[in-house]
C-alpha cells in the first residue's frame, strides 16, 4: 500500500534525498515561520532558492504544495495596523517559481514620431523657414511690416531594434531628427489679430503610428495566488492554518534550482510555511511542458479591451503533445473591479469568442471565519482568506499539434476604476499512462483540512472524491474504509460513468460499526479503493489516502436551543427574519424548525434526542450572519446549553451565510461525566485559576463569560497536565471553561 498522503501532511517528514520507489515522498522546504519580516509597503518580497528533484530516472504522480500561514507569532491583533498578529488589511499574495532558461514578454507601444506640441497623427511640413508678419507703427504714426521667424519643430523618428528569442528587451531607437516648420505664414494687425495665411510649398508629411516593441524578463510562473485574511481577532492558532494545492501541471518547472519569490503586499503580513511534496510514481498523464501565456501583471480594463496588454500572441502548440489545458487566473481590484462581476473571454483564432465567464466568487462560505473587515462580500475571481479562482478549459479540439494558434484575452466590459491582475498559462500534455485505473482524490470529511472545515467534525456519512485516471471509462469501485485499527473494514460499492479525469463526490454509508472504534481525539479517517470496473487497477499507489480528523462534539439527549434573531429581515413587507435553524437525523429527515421568525426576537427551545448523530443548520438569507459588524442589523447569538448546566455550545454569529454543526447524543454524554476531563483550583477564584487535565498538545482552553462571549484563549503547548491562567482582569462573576468543547466547568470570579 502506498504511504497515505493525507496522513502524511498532518505529520513531520525528513526530506528523503535518496526516495526512488512509487509512493515515496521528497519534501522540499522553501518559507518557513522563522523568516525575518520585511517592510510590507517598499515592495520587498519574499526570496528564496530552493533545490528541487532532478533526477532524469524519477517521475512524479504529483507535486502537492503546501501553503501554511499563521499569525505573527501565533498571536492576535486586537487594535489594528499590521505588526502584531495577522495583518488588518487583506492583501495579495502570489507565489511565483522563476526560470531563468524562458521568457517572458510584455507588450509595450509607442509613437513613430515625437514632435513636441503636436498631438495630431498627420504632420505636414516644410524645410525651409517660415516667417509671420506684422504690422507695426512708427512713433510718427506710420505703418510698416515687419518680419518675424517662426518656430520650428524638431522631428524626431524613431524605429524598433528586435530581440526575439532572447532576453534582450527591444530597443526604441532614434533613426532620424530634422529641424521643420508647419507650413503656414501668418499675417497680424497692428492689434495681434491674423489679417492673412499664406499655404507655403509643402515638403513632406509624417504619418504618425504605433511601434510595438517587447520588454523581457526571465519568466515566471505564477503557481498561487492567495489573499491575506482581515487580521482584527483573528486566530489561526500557533501552527496556523494549511492549504494543499495540486501542482502537478508545473512539473516541467521544478527542477534542480529554482527561485520561489512572494510578493504583493501581504507576504510580510503573516508568517509563512512554504513545502513541496513530490510524490514519485507515474503521473495520469505525463506534463509534455507549460507554457506562460503572458507575464502576469495588473492592467486597467480599458487596456485590456483596447488591447494594448494582454493582446492576442501566436503560440505554438508543442508537436509532442495529445491535450491541451488553458489555465487561467483573474482576480479584480478598484471599488468597481473588486466588487462588480464582469464576463472575461478566451478566444482561439479568432472569430466566435469560444469561452465566456464571470470573474466572481462568493465568500459568505469562507472556511476563515469569523474575520475582521469585510470578509463576507462577494469579489471577482478571491476573497480573503483563500487561494483566488482558477479557470480551465481543454482546447485540444481547437488547436493542432505543431501549428501556431492565436490566443487572445478579453474583457466585454467594466467601468470606473476597474483593473484586473492575470495570469494564464498553456499546459501540454500526453496521452493517458494507464487504461484503468482509478485515484481518491480527497477526503471531504472527515478532515481537519482548512479547506473543508465547514462541513467538520463530522459524524455522519463520510465523503470523499475519487477519479478516473485511466483511459477507459470508469463504472465501477469497491470502496474500503475504516477508522483507526477498525479490524474490518466497511465496503461500499460505487456506481456510475466517469471518462478520464472527471471526479465524484461520493458519500459513504455510516453504520454504526464505522463509529465503534473511534476515540476521544486523534483519529485517523482511512480509504483504499480496488477493483475497478470488477478488474485489476493498474496502478495502485494511488489507491489510498488517511485524514486525521477531530471527533463531533457529544451532547446529551435534552438541551435548550437559545437563538436570538438580529433586526435584519427579508423584506420590510413581511417582517420575517433574514435566519431561521434546523435539525436534521443522520437520514437527512428534518426533525426540529424553526419556520419564519421576527426580527429581533430571543427563543429558548427546549429539544430532546435520541441517541444518534445530527446536523444543526443555521440559514442567514443575506448572508451576513446574526451579528456582523458592517450592517446596521445588529446582533442576534445561537447557543446550546444544558439544562440546569452551563453554555455546550457558543457559535460566533459572525458566520456569514450559514452554520454547520454536527453532533452526537449519547446515553454516557451527561455533562457531569465529560466534567471528570478536567479539574479547576481555587474555585470561586480572584486572580489566578489552575485547569488540569490530560490535555492534547495544540488544543484549546477556552474561558467564556455568562453570556457566552469569549473572554480568554489559552493555546496547550505541550503534555503539561497543569495549565495556569491569569483571571485577575476580569469583572465578578461566573464564567465557564472548556476544554476542546468536550469538558465543562463553571467558576466563580471573586
Known amino acids: 500500500m502506498r504511504h497515505l498522503f493525507n496522513l502524511i501532511i498532518c505529520t513531520s517528514f525528513f526530506l528523503q534525498i535518496s526516495a526512488?520507489?512509487?509512493?515515496?515522498?521528497?519534501?522540499?522546504?522553501?518559507?518557513?515561520?522563522?523568516?525575518?519580516?520585511?517592510?510590507a509597503w517598499d515592495g520587498t518580497v519574499r526570496d528564496t532558492t530552493a533545490y528541487f528533484p532532478n533526477n532524469p530516472n524519477l517521475t512524479f504522480e504529483k507535486i502537492i504544495m503546501a501553503y501554511s500561514m499563521r499569525c505573527r507569532n501565533g498571536q492576535v491583533n486586537t487594535s489594528g495596523g499590521n505588526s502584531v498578529g495577522c495583518g488588518e488589511w487583506d492583501y495579495s499574495c502570489h507565489t511565483y517559481i522563476h526560470d531563468s532558461t524562458r521568457i517572458d514578454s510584455i507588450l509595450h507601444k509607442t509613437s513613430s514620431h515625437s514632435i513636441i506640441g503636436f498631438n495630431g497623427s498627420n504632420y505636414t511640413y516644410t524645410t525651409s523657414p517660415v516667417y509671420n508678419y506684422f504690422w507695426v507703427s512708427d512713433s510718427i504714426g506710420n505703418l510698416h511690416i515687419d518680419s518675424i521667424l517662426s518656430s520650428s519643430d524638431t522631428i524626431v523618428s524613431f524605429g524598433i531594434i528586435e530581440f526575439p528569442g532572447t532576453l534582450n528587451s527591444d530597443i526604441v531607437d532614434t533613426i532620424s531628427s530634422i529641424i521643420a516648420w508647419e507650413p503656414y505664414s501668418y499675417?497680424?494687425?497692428?492689434?495681434?489679430?491674423?489679417?492673412?495665411?499664406?499655404?507655403?510649398?509643402?515638403?513632406?508629411?509624417?504619418?504618425?503610428?504605433?511601434?510595438?516593441?517587447?520588454?523581457?524578463?526571465?519568466?515566471?510562473?505564477?503557481?498561487?495566488?492567495?489573499?491575506?485574511?482581515?487580521?482584527?481577532?483573528?486566530?489561526?492558532?500557533?501552527?496556523?492554518?494549511?492549504?494543499?494545492?495540486?501542482?502537478?501541471?508545473?512539473?516541467?518547472?521544478?527542477?534542480?534550482?529554482?527561485?520561489?519569490?512572494?510578493?504583493?503586499?501581504?507576504?510580510?503580513?503573516?508568517?509563512?510555511?512554504?513545502k513541496f511534496y513530490f510524490i514519485v510514481g507515474t503521473p495520469a498523464r505525463d506534463v509534455i511542458d507549460i507554457q506562460q501565456i503572458w507575464r502576469p501583471q495588473s492592467k486597467a480594463y480599458t487596456s485590456i479591451i483596447a488591447n494594448d496588454s494582454f493582446e492576442p500572441r501566436d503560440i505554438l502548440m508543442n508537436p509532442n503533445a495529445d491535450s491541451y489545458k488553458l489555465k487561467t487566473t483573474i482576480t479584480g481590484h478598484g471599488q468597481e473591479g473588486e466588487f462588480i462581476p464582469q464576463n472575461h473571454t478566451i478566444n482561439i483564432d479568432g472569430g466566435a469568442i469560444e469561452y465566456t465567464w464571470p470573474v466572481w466568487t462568493e465568500c459568505a462560505e469562507n472556511p476563515v471565519f469569523p474575520q475582521g473587515g469585510t470578509w463576507i462580500y462577494d469579489r471577482a475571481g478571491w476573497c480573503p482568506g483563500q487561494a483566488s479562482d482558477i479557470q480551465e478549459y481543454d482546447i485540444t479540439q481547437l488547436v493542432n499539434p505543431g501549428q501556431v494558434h492565436n490566443i487572445d484575452y478579453g474583457l466585454i466590459s467594466a467601468t470606473g476604476?476597474?483593473?484586473?491582475?492575470?495570469?494564464?498559462?498553456?499546459?501540454?500534455?500526453?496521452?493517458?499512462?494507464?487504461?484503468?485505473?482509478?485515484?481518491?482524490?480527497?477526503?471531504?470529511?472527515?478532515?481537519?483540512?482548512?479547506?473543508?472545515?465547514?462541513?467538520?467534525?463530522?459524524?455522519?456519512?463520510?465523503?470523499?472524491?475519487?477519479?478516473?485516471?485511466g483511459s477507459v471509462p470508469l463504472t465501477s469501485l469497491q470502496i474500503n474504509y475504516w477508522i483507526?485499527?477498525?479490524?474490518?473494514?466497511?465496503?461500499?460499492?460505487?456506481?456510475?460513468?466517469?471518462?478520464?479525469?472527471?471526479?465524484?463526490?461520493?458519500?459513504?454509508?455510516?453504520?454504526?460499526?464505522?463509529?465503534?472504534?473511534?476515540?476521544?481525539?486523534?483519529?485517523?479517517?482511512?480509504?483504499?479503493?480496488i477493483s475497478p470496473n470488477n478488474s485489476s487497477d493498474e496502478y495502485f499507489f494511488n489507491n489510498s489516502m488517511s485524514s486525521i480528523f477531530e471527533s463531533a462534539p457529544v451532547y446529551p439527549g435534552t438541551f435548550t436551543l437559545w437563538f436570538q434573531t438580529n433586526n435584519g429581515v427579508i423584506n420590510s413587507t413581511s417582517q420575517i427574519s433574514e435566519s431561521s435553524w434546523e435539525f436534521f437525523d443522520n437520514n437527512g429527515n428534518s426533525i426540529y424548525a424553526s419556520g419564519n421568525l421576527p426580527p429581533n426576537t430571543q427563543f429558548r427551545d427546549t429539544l430532546t434526542f435520541n441517541n444518534g448523530c445530527y446536523i444543526f443548520k443555521v440559514t442567514d438569507t443575506d448572508d451576513d450572519g446574526l451579528d456582523f459588524w458592517a450592517n446596521n442589523d445588529g446582533g442576534g447569538m445561537t447557543r446550546f446549553r444544558e439544562i440546569g448546566g452551563g453554555w455546550l455550545k457558543n457559535f460566533d454569529g459572525d458566520f456569514g451565510r450559514s452554520i454547520y454543526h454536527e453532533f452526537r447524543v449519547e446515553e454516557t454524554s451527561s455533562l457531569s461525566e465529560k466534567n471528570n476531563s478536567i479539574q479547576i483550583f481555587p474555585n470561586p477564584a480572584k486572580d489566578e485559576i489552575t485547569v488540569l487535565g490530560n490535555l492534547k498538545p495544540l488544543s484549546k482552553i477556552i474561558l467564556t463569560d455568562n453570556l457566552g462571549r469569549v473572554v480568554n484563549i489559552t493555546h496547550i503547548n505541550n503534555n503539561s497536565i497543569s495549565h495556569k491562567i491569569d483571571i485577575s482582569n476580569l469583572s465578578n462573576g461566573i464564567y465557564f471553561i472548556s476544554a476542546n468543547n468536550k469538558a465543562i466547568k463553571k467558576i466563580v470570579k471573586q
Not at 495681434?192 to 504605433?210: A, C, K, Q, V
Not at 477526503?443 to 462541513?455: E, Y
Not at 483507526?484 to 456506481?495: D, F, G, I, L, R
Request: net charge negative; glycine share 6%; aromatic share 12%.
Open 484 to 529: 483507526n485499527n477498525a479490524s474490518v473494514p466497511e465496503t461500499y460499492v460505487w456506481n456510475g460513468n466517469l471518462d478520464f479525469l472527471e471526479t465524484e463526490v461520493v458519500t459513504l454509508p455510516d453504520p454504526n460499526s464505522l463509529w465503534s472504534s473511534i476515540a476521544t481525539d486523534n483519529n485517523t479517517f482511512n480509504v483504499n479503493i
Open 187 to 274: 499675417t497680424y494687425d497692428t492689434l495681434g489679430n491674423i489679417i492673412n495665411i499664406d499655404t507655403l510649398s509643402i515638403d513632406g508629411t509624417i504619418n504618425i503610428s504605433e511601434l510595438v516593441y517587447y520588454k523581457r524578463y526571465p519568466m515566471a510562473f505564477q503557481i498561487m495566488s492567495f489573499v491575506t485574511p482581515y487580521g482584527i481577532s483573528l486566530d489561526l492558532g500557533p501552527d496556523g492554518k494549511t492549504w494543499y494545492f495540486d501542482l502537478t501541471d508545473y512539473i516541467p518547472i521544478f527542477k534542480g534550482p529554482k527561485r520561489i519569490t512572494v510578493s504583493g503586499g501581504g507576504q510580510w503580513q503573516e508568517d509563512m510555511d512554504i
Open 417 to 469: 476604476s476597474s483593473n484586473y491582475w492575470v495570469s494564464s498559462q498553456l499546459v501540454s500534455y500526453g496521452d493517458a499512462n494507464h487504461s484503468l485505473d482509478a485515484a481518491i482524490i480527497d477526503i471531504i470529511s472527515p478532515t481537519n483540512k482548512i479547506l473543508h472545515l465547514r462541513r467538520n467534525p463530522l459524524c455522519a456519512k463520510p465523503k470523499i472524491k475519487i477519479q478516473n485516471t
Open 20 to 39: 526512488q520507489n512509487p509512493g515515496d515522498t521528497i519534501i522540499v522546504q522553501t518559507f518557513d515561520y522563522n523568516m525575518t519580516y520585511g517592510n
